[in-house]
């Protein structure tokens, strides 16, 4: 990478107190919506919420930073999130390691009077509450898992599928689970925790091959509702909507509800806003010098106008959306991951007036866009210590910012404003904030061109291809104008603009795990602590023929994909009944008319999405058992099972025929790409028999946001040659190594191969190239006729990794000097020394392609 010499003295000192800063719990938020919650019991959910984020938002304390043009804080801490205790997830988390925070990895800071108030005031209330509590409470109801209890013959089982269990996963994955409490020495205290929370696991993973986490988020904030026309004026719309409702047929009293729980928060937003007007004006009392009066005078002035008004200025639109955003992150709390959306398309009016009347110029407007993405990059959150292993701590909500693209009416939308977007991210030297071009057959050829010159700076953005993501859309009931004006959430996920809740994050399920319980009739990989093992699917002496298992494969899918529909529908219920979000749903497409919050349907349009991970490993693994067992019959399947649940141990010649004698996803060969497909077609179609609770449909995506790697040390070997431990495949990647010798095009020509309507919520596509490649004018254009090409075939997105394999060692060895050294990983972007180091590993391992001239 160059280094950067072309940001501003103020944007580098923002930058660098971003990457130094430590990392700090604010348990604020969580303090308040504790003691709102307690007080409301009774009251309608959407008022409960809206009363909570009412409550936060006037008690929180509120700071403006040195230097910064654009005000607003999400928590007291300077580098801190928003804990949702309510939701549960992170309450657990929070409960598990709150006297190891400082020994973590990337250590957190927390003061004892913080831990005291957390243990003795905001645990307890949560506790058997949360949307964890309900969702694991109707799981046990569903048999979805397995109620406790201490029966005999239960804990017989448990000891069993325990011993099974260490036996067959990777070697140090328990030290890897409690490795933070190892550093201080285990206290009786941390024994009794952790065995309270030894049935958590179960409530996210049903079953070995799942995952349903206690998120909904993932979607596009209505920010560019409120740029356009103000807060006020949605709000002057739902009372509207309150009084027309009032005169309806039949009792609303939800409906009702509901509204007065949106125009509450809405007005609270404004109120927040205004007390950073309010601190700016006190601020001015004791500025030193007339530049800094100044510049709290203009935040006073903008905070007292925007959110609650359509901005008069570029510099209030930009303060506008970040205002609106942050609060959105207040109210959902942690992991929300809400896109920024189409920022070139929403700011370019107030860009193109005050351009034209000379009051601001293109190096204001870059320097403010770069302070935009860093607020949008600083946050942190609290990572269970195993989960770090795979993922980042800095950033890890990703909100993303799309740009380029088509028209509603299917013109090009490239302007101005998305050169300036990529220029400044490019001379800032890149965040994690993700940056999304979208690319369609009438994208200028220069914009294209600029925005791969980014990578000869930094990583970090992504491309989409405008045909195939618009095709999948319509597939989906989006009507052609909306369609054209996607953008993308969180990591590669699509989703129409503050119109879809689209659920596409944190229904999962590990496709290789599915192949292997159908290997061991539904015995491995084992079921522990309250999970439910597979589905008694044959045995594999009595697979004749590889239809036979092929069968018994997608019927062992279709049985964990009815489990995830069930799962996902206890989930949906306990949001609905008891954590909606009036705030997010007022910025919504379709809430206010329906008179109905995001959680119970009320949005445009409503999807789920079934993200799948590990589809290489699992391509690659069912057609090397088709080669080698069915149709050369050199090894019998039972002896394949045998070797894998061994880990090959003795069998490295068979090994080798398996990873070297077989054709692989990946290097454009017709078989297995066909295996790929067909497996995707088939989830597509069985997606399709499902409604979700309220009443939208199930879509599909293929990415693992780093979580590949964590499948990795819970599954042993797999047919196509992967030992235990080691990561599956990421996204419609191939598995690593295995198109080393065929080269980028070859990947590119398989991913392309994919239908967009089969995958219609999103997928990944990563691939690493040696920095060489774009080093001279014909490598640029090169590599900009290869994404063209790629798109043309009908591939859906890319994201190069630019950095070369000695770079990444260098920098596990000496991170300091690599502290914003940004990758891609699976869809999001992340500094790569914040990473754990098996993810880190992960990258290194991916094949190093290189382009020549």
Request: net charge negative; aromatic share 10%; glycine share 8%.
């Given at each position: 990478m160059e280094k950067d010499s072309k940001f501003s003295p103020r944007i580098a000192r923002m930058k660098e107190k971003l990457l130094t800063a430590p990392y700090e719990i604010c348990i604020a938020r969580a303090l308040h919506f504790t003691r709102s919650y307690r007080q409301t019991e009774g009251l309608?959910?959407?008022?409960r919420n809206a009363l909570a984020l009412r409550r936060t938002l006037e008690q929180q304390k509120v700071f403006i930073y040195e230097g910064e043009w654009i005000a607003g804080s999400k928590t007291e801490k300077f580098l801190a999130g928003p804990?949702?205790?309510?939701?549960?997830?992170?309450?657990?988390?929070?409960?598990?390691?709150?006297?190891?925070?400082?020994?973590?990895?990337?250590?957190?800071?927390?003061?004892?009077?913080?831990k005291k108030i957390f243990l003795k005031e905001i645990l307890p209330f949560w506790d058997g509450r949360t949307v964890r509590d309900r969702k694991a409470r109707c799981w046990e109801k569903k048999r979805l898992i397995e109620k406790y209890d201490k029966t005999p013959l239960r804990l017989v089982r448990s000891i069993r599928n325990l011993r099974r269990f260490i036996k067959y996963v990777a070697p140090g994955l328990g030290k890897k689970i409690v490795s933070p409490y190892q550093r201080k020495g285990f206290s009786l205290k941390d024994i009794v925790t952790l065995y309270k929370l030894r049935y958590e696991f179960s409530r996210n993973n049903p079953t070995p091959a799942l995952c349903c986490f206690d998120?909904?988020?993932?979607?596009?904030?209505?920010?560019?509702?409120?740029?356009?026309?103000?807060?006020?004026?949605?709000?002057?719309?739902?009372?509207?909507?309150?009084?027309?409702?009032?005169?309806?047929?039949?009792e609303n009293k939800r409906g009702r509800n509901f509204l007065q729980a949106a125009i509450i928060s809405l007005k609270a937003a404004i109120s927040y806003s205004e007390r950073f007007a309010a601190l700016a004006e006190e601020m001015m009392k004791d500025a030193k010098d007339s530049a800094d009066k100044e510049r709290l005078k203009k935040i006073a002035n903008h905070c007292r106008y925007v959110p609650r008004y359509k901005p008069r200025s570029f510099h209030e639109a930009v303060?506008?959306?970040?205002?609106?955003?942050?609060?959105?992150?207040?109210?959902?709390?942690?992991?929300?991951?809400?896109?920024?959306?189409?920022?070139?398309?929403?700011?370019?009016?107030?860009?193109?007036?005050?351009?034209?009347?000379g009051k601001i110029t293109q190096e204001e407007v870059i320097e403010l866009l770069q302070e935009f993405n860093l607020k949008l990059t600083a946050n942190v959150e609290p990572i269970p210590e195993f989960g770090s292993e795979a993922n980042s701590m800095l950033g890890n909500s990703q909100h993303c910012l799309a740009i380029g693209g088509l028209t509603p009416d299917g013109e090009d939308a490239t302007n101005e404003l998305s050169y300036l977007m990529l220029s400044a991210y490019e001379r800032m030297g890149g965040c994690i904030n993700q940056l999304s071009v979208r690319i369609h057959d009438k994208t200028p050829k220069d914009f294209l061109e600029q925005a791969v010159k980014v990578f000869r700076r930094t990583n970090g953005i992504a491309f989409y291809n405008d045909h195939s993501i618009i095709k999948g859309l319509l597939k989906d009931g989006y009507s052609i104008e909306d369609a054209r004006c996607y953008c993308i959430v969180g990591c590669i996920e699509t989703s129409g603009q503050s119109d879809t809740q689209g659920c596409p994050g944190g229904h999962e399920i590990t496709l290789p795990a599915v192949l292997i319980m159908t290997l061991t009739n539904g015995e491995y990989p084992p079921p522990i602590l309250g999970q439910k093992g597979g589905l008694p699917t044959g045995h594999p002496a009595d697979f004749k023929t590889?239809?036979?298992?092929?069968?018994?494969?997608?019927?062992?899918?279709?049985?964990?994909?009815?489990?995830?529909?069930?799962?996902?529908?206890?989930?949906?219920?306990?949001?609905?009944?008891?954590?909606?979000?009036?705030?997010?749903?007022?910025l919504m497409d379709g809430c206010i008319e329906k008179?109905?919050?995001?959680?119970?349907?009320?949005?445009?349009?409503?999807?789920?999405?079934?993200?799948?991970?590990?589809?290489?490993?699992?391509?690659?693994?069912?057609?090397?058992?088709?080669?080698?067992?069915?149709?050369?019959?050199?090894?019998?399947?039972?002896?394949?099972?045998?070797?894998?649940?061994?880990?090959?141990?003795?069998?490295?010649?068979?090994?080798?025929?398996?990873?070297?004698?077989?054709?692989?996803?990946?290097?454009?060969?017709?078989?297995?790409?066909?295996?790929?497909?067909?497996?995707?077609?088939?989830?597509?179609?069985?997606?399709?028999r499902y409604k979700n609770m309220r009443g939208g449909r199930f879509r599909v995506a293929l990415y693992s946001y780093g979580n590949h790697v964590l499948d990795g040390f819970f599954l042993g070997a797999t047919p196509d040659g992967r030992r235990r431990g080691e990561p599956i495949s990421n996204g419609i990647s191939p598995a690593n190594q295995r198109d080393a010798q065929t080269g980028p095009l070859a990947v590119l020509r398989s991913a392309a191969n994919l239908p967009p309507e089969?995958?219609?919520?999103?997928?990944?596509?990563?691939?690493?190239?040696?920095?060489?490649?774009?080093?001279?004018?014909?490598?640029?254009?090169?590599?900009?006729?290869?994404?063209?090409?790629?798109?043309?075939?009908?591939?859906?997105?890319?994201?190069?990794?630019?950095?070369?394999?000695?770079?990444?060692?260098?920098?596990q060895r000496r991170?300091?000097?690599?502290?914003?050294?940004?990758?891609?990983?699976?869809?999001?972007?992340?500094?790569?020394?914040?990473?754990?180091?098996?993810?880190?590993?992960d990258i290194i391992s991916r094949s190093e392609h290189h382009l020549y001239d």
């Open positions: 309608d959910p959407n008022l804990l949702s205790v309510e939701r549960g997830d992170f309450l657990r988390s929070m409960q598990g390691e709150i006297n190891v925070l400082s020994l973590k990895r990337n250590p957190f800071s927390m003061t004892a009077e913080e998120m909904q988020g993932h979607l596009s904030l209505g920010v560019d509702k409120v740029v356009e026309h103000g807060l006020q004026a949605i709000i002057d719309g739902i009372e509207k909507r309150l009084r027309a409702l009032e005169k309806e047929k039949g303060q506008s959306a970040w205002m609106t955003h942050l609060i959105g992150e207040i109210q959902y709390g942690t992991h929300e991951v809400f896109a920024v959306g189409r920022a070139d398309q929403y700011l370019y009016p107030y860009y193109k007036q005050d351009i034209s009347l590889f239809e036979h298992l092929l069968n018994a494969f997608y019927k062992q899918l279709a049985h964990q994909i009815k489990i995830l529909v069930a799962a996902v529908s206890c989930k949906d219920k306990a949001f609905c009944d008891f954590m909606p979000a009036p705030y997010v749903s007022a008179a109905r919050d995001i959680t119970d349907g009320g949005a445009k349009y409503d999807f789920t999405s079934l993200d799948l991970r590990g589809l290489a490993t699992v391509a690659d693994s069912l057609l090397a058992i088709k080669k080698i067992v069915y149709e050369k019959e050199e090894c019998r399947l039972t002896k394949l099972v045998d070797a894998c649940l061994n880990n090959f141990e003795g069998e490295e010649k068979l090994r080798k025929k398996l990873i070297y004698e077989v054709p692989k996803y990946g290097t454009a060969e017709g078989e297995a790409d066909e295996m790929a497909i067909s497996i995707v077609r088939w989830i597509h179609e069985e997606a399709k089969c995958i219609s919520s999103g997928v990944a596509l990563n691939l690493n190239f040696h920095p060489s490649g774009i080093k001279s004018e014909n490598g640029l254009l090169a590599f900009t006729s290869m994404v063209k090409t790629y798109f043309e075939l009908g591939g859906m997105h890319f994201q190069p990794n630019v950095v070369s394999r000695e770079t990444l060692w260098d920098a991170p300091h000097l690599y502290r914003d050294l940004i990758v891609k990983v699976s869809g999001y972007s992340a500094y790569y020394t914040d990473l754990g180091k098996p993810i880190q590993d």
